[in-house]
């Protein structure tokens, strides 16, 4: 299920929804078909998106379903992987990730800004991911749920990782990598950089991050389009799309039978497409209005009144001056 979000993250709408219309349909399906009681169980943890109450938002059809919050501060005794193993693939990923950068720029008069720019994206992140994660080892998974369940810790092999008796420290390499690259870095900035990843944005960070990133993408659509001119549209073609933007919404809401997807479609495409009209237009009534203001021919009294008043001949006007 995908969503889009003008605040970038998971609301308490987007995620109810998620709840009935993925969640609920996908385990109850999952039940059915192997013939299992319908009974399950949600754990969440209290982050924001996480109603309270949710329970009394999900769905009649799905009221088999129920919800569990853990106590609060167990995460590090509750969830396994946090038991060194995200630190550890943290770790592999920036060790990766810096000689992925040396790779690059080595011999070259590359910056590391000009490494981040035009060297680095999305795909090249998803496969450093990929190595970093074939680089946790089976000792570190099996030493995870020491604190959870401590009398199951055993020497178990897991599929698709091999046994390994000692764990190479990274951090001395991702020091040398780092130094090697231009880097002031030691042993500790490098702890310090995975326990500041630890820890979530805060609200006011996303809004930051949001405006920041809105405001560099404005200046580059505006410097790309400075040679163009901007396409003209016309009252009559914003007032057309409009109303049927208007009607197409309110035939959706009447006969699709997706009520709440449906709806937050419908908020989302006016938020982002069809405000951007509606704000044109206002715009242009606006200027319209003003230009009939700045158009108005004077009163007949004060057309009377310029033509009462006495002209000065060029003579007179000079001697006055």
Request: aromatic content about 8%.
């Amino acid at each position: 299920m995908w969503r889009a979000n003008p605040k970038l993250w998971v609301t308490r709408q987007f995620f109810i929804d998620w709840v009935n219309l993925v969640f609920g349909p996908s385990v109850k399906k999952y039940l059915k078909d192997n013939n299992l009681p319908l009974r399950a169980l949600l754990v969440l943890d209290n982050a924001p998106a996480h109603p309270p109450q949710i329970e009394e938002e999900i769905l009649d059809e799905y009221n088999f379903v129920k919800v569990l919050y853990p106590p609060p501060n167990t995460t590090s005794i509750l969830q396994p992987m946090d038991q060194q193993v995200i630190s550890n693939f943290k770790k592999l990923y920036t060790k990766h990730l810096f000689r992925c950068c040396f790779e690059v720029t080595e011999n070259t008069n590359l910056t590391l800004r000009e490494f981040w720019k035009d060297h680095f994206n999305i795909a090249i992140g998803l496969k450093i991911i990929d190595i970093a994660w074939q680089g946790v080892t089976k000792r570190t998974l099996t030493s995870t749920w020491k604190k959870l369940w401590p009398e199951n810790v055993a020497e178990r092999d897991f599929e698709g990782f091999e046994i390994e008796e000692e764990e190479e420290p990274v951090e001395e390499e991702i020091v040398s990598i780092g130094k090697t690259i231009g880097l002031e870095v030691d042993e500790r900035d490098i702890e310090e950089l995975v326990e500041e990843h630890s820890e979530e944005l805060t609200t006011d960070e996303l809004k930051e991050l949001q405006e920041q990133r809105h405001t560099e993408a404005l200046t580059e659509a505006t410097s790309e389009g400075e040679e163009t001119e901007p396409k003209i549209i016309s009252t009559k073609e914003l007032k057309d799309i409009l109303a049927m933007g208007k009607r197409v919404a309110g035939f959706v809401e009447k006969n699709h039978p997706e009520k709440i997807a449906t709806s937050r479609a419908t908020e989302l495409f006016n938020d982002t497409c069809l405000r951007h009209f509606r704000n044109i237009l206002k715009g242009k009534m606006k200027q319209t209005s003003l230009d009939m203001f700045l158009e108005k021919r004077p009163s007949a009294q004060s057309e009377q009144s310029v033509a009462k008043r006495p002209r000065i001949s060029e003579s007179e006007e000079s001697n006055e001056n």
